[in-house]
């Protein structure tokens, strides 16, 4: 039997009226959105439209945070109940619409019951008192400690062990931050600051984005850091964090960020956010990470005695190039990370042929002798394989970096330059601050090439085999059975 919304309704009610509410309710369960790769991720029944989030830090980044979330959402369904992710915290309170609401845990899910079930069609603002404690395993993601205090790294689903949300990046909002840290700290978060106050021995900082973000891509970073401010094109505020001893050292690097915009935007257009920098965690991370304004970057990638410095540049055009590719254009769904890694790939690598240090052809051509073997391993671009339990960063494969920057190199190939440029500009220009999948870059790119790509792209996508390569007929895939396995994938989130 399905009971509608109405019925419900009257059920709830009168259920509460002679105290059998418990019995009319489902007990608690974790939800989720069906994500291929995540099922238990996000929740259905409602969009959030904004979050509101205070951190109170003592100065100990080894215990937890103090914190009130606060969830502005629309309910898109009858909802006597509210899943939220969140796995690591202590939560004191919860409110809905400013009155007590009931909540507990299953699995990651919080779980919380107002006094009245929420109508379809209305507004609803939860707020939730937690702590938000950066002793969380560290291969989960989350809270990152670093020499001086803490910063975010989030991706692919660790933002629901620093805050409750509804964590999958197809329910995107807008953000405020407000972190209290000691006076003597510099807090930053992305977009822009609304200012800092003090009051005795604290200070609060207060940071709002100008347009919706994907909680896997939230930062907050406190230390004793710089923030260096300088212009980019058009004007545009730039603002690096960087520990403060190393200011001076930082800047020969942190200059170089305007040319890689305007490189950028020579290719795919202007900029689509309200500010960017550099964030220079003093961390062991094994990555870089694209947080969105300001991209997180291990203090080692610029301190490396051996890293050529056009690598260095490459990884940081490839996180700039994740704020259209991922950040602005979000993935619909964690098997759409293909596009999110293979264009910021490609233009990695389009920048390293460019800048005269690194052939793209060459970086092509290796990758195609490869990706049998990557897609053997990780399973094809578009349908990767989940992650290995308890290791959710293991999804960041080979395949899904230089194996899907190969699948816009045969794009390329296949229907040429002049209209893969145009393809690559009306892709960040259509789905800008929006959420789009596979389906709907085929379908843009045939009506680009003015015929249907759906068969060329296919095997690219999905096939466990690499295609032939256009224009290239001699080029080979090794066999994965006699190859060695795959390693792990790169620096670059």
């Known amino acids: ?47 959030v439209r904004a979050y509101d989030i205070a ?17 502005d959402a629309l309910a898109t369904q009858d909802l006597p109940m509210v899943n939220l992710d969140f796995a690591h915290g202590t939560v004191r309170d919860v409110r809905v619409n400013g009155r007590p609401a009931a909540h ?12 009245q079930p929420v109508p379809a069609g209305t507004r609803m ?20 400690r670093t020499s001086d205090g803490l910063a975010m790294a989030n991706q692919a689903d660790a933002a629901h062990r620093v805050f409750p949300c509804n964590d999958h990046p197809a329910d995107k909002a807008y953000f405020t931050f407000r972190v209290t840290v000691p006076k003597d700290l510099t807090a930053v978060a992305n977009g822009t600051s609304l200012g800092r106050s003090v009051s005795g021995q604290h200070a609060t ?6 347009h919706p973000m994907a909680t896997e891509l939230a930062q907050v970073s406190i230390g004793r850091s710089a923030v260096v401010h300088r212009t980019g094109p058009h004007g545009l505020p730039l603002r690096d964090v960087v520990p403060v001893r190393d200011r001076e050292r930082m800047e020969p690097w942190l200059r170089k960020t305007p040319g890689h915009m305007e490189w950028m935007e020579q290719h795919v257009g202007r900029y689509p956010f309200e500010t960017y920098g550099v964030l220079v965690a003093d961390a062991s991370t094994g990555f870089e990470l694209e947080t969105q304004t300001l991209s997180l970057f291990e203090r080692r990638l610029f301190t490396h005695p051996k890293l050529p410095a056009w690598y260095v540049e490459g990884i940081m ?67 990767p394989r989940p992650p290995a339990p308890g290791h959710k960063i293991s999804l960041f ?57 759906t068969p060329f792209l296919h095997g690219w996508l999905y096939g466990e085999k690499t295609p032939p390569m256009p224009g290239h007929p001699d080029w080979r895939s090794a066999d994965p059975v006699k190859s060695p396995a795959a390693g792990p994938a790169g620096t670059a989130a």
Request: hydrophobic residues 40%; glycine residues 8%.
């Open 55 to 71: 951190f109170a830090y003592s100065g100990d980044n080894t215990k937890p945070l103090d914190a009130l979330t606060k969830i």
């Open 205 to 210: 900082w207060v940071y709002r984005g100008m």
């Open 125 to 144: 603002r939860i707020a939730v008192r937690h702590t938000s404690d950066p002793a969380a395993p560290k291969a989960v993601g989350g809270w990152l």
């Open 104 to 115: 507990a845990r299953t699995g990651e899910d919080l779980v919380v019951t107002p006094e």
């Open 1 to 47: 039997m399905r009971l509608t919304s109405r019925r419900l309704r009257a059920v709830l009610l009168a259920a509460a009226s002679t105290g059998l509410l418990a019995a009319a309710v489902p007990p608690p369960q974790p939800l989720g959105i069906g994500d291929p790769l995540f099922p238990h991720l996000g929740n259905p029944g409602y969009d």
């Open 397 to 453: 494969r080979p395949v899904v970096y230089d194996g899907s920057a190969l699948i816009l190199y045969a794009l390329r190939q296949e229907i040429g330059d002049d209209a893969f440029r145009q393809l690559e500009r009306r892709w960040v220009a259509e789905h800008v601050h929006g959420v789009a999948g596979t389906s709907d870059f085929v379908r843009l790119a045939s009506e680009v090439a003015g015929r249907d790509l």
């Open 317 to 383: 055009v490839h996180e700039l190039a994740h704020h259209w590719f991922g950040n602005s254009v979000t993935p619909r769904t964690w098997s759409d990370l293909w596009l999110n890694e293979g264009h910021a790939t490609w233009y990695e690598a389009l920048w390293a042929d460019q800048a005269g240090h690194y052939p793209l052809e060459r970086r092509m051509r290796d990758a195609y002798s490869a990706s049998d073997r990557w897609r053997a391993a990780g399973g094809p671009p578009a349908a």
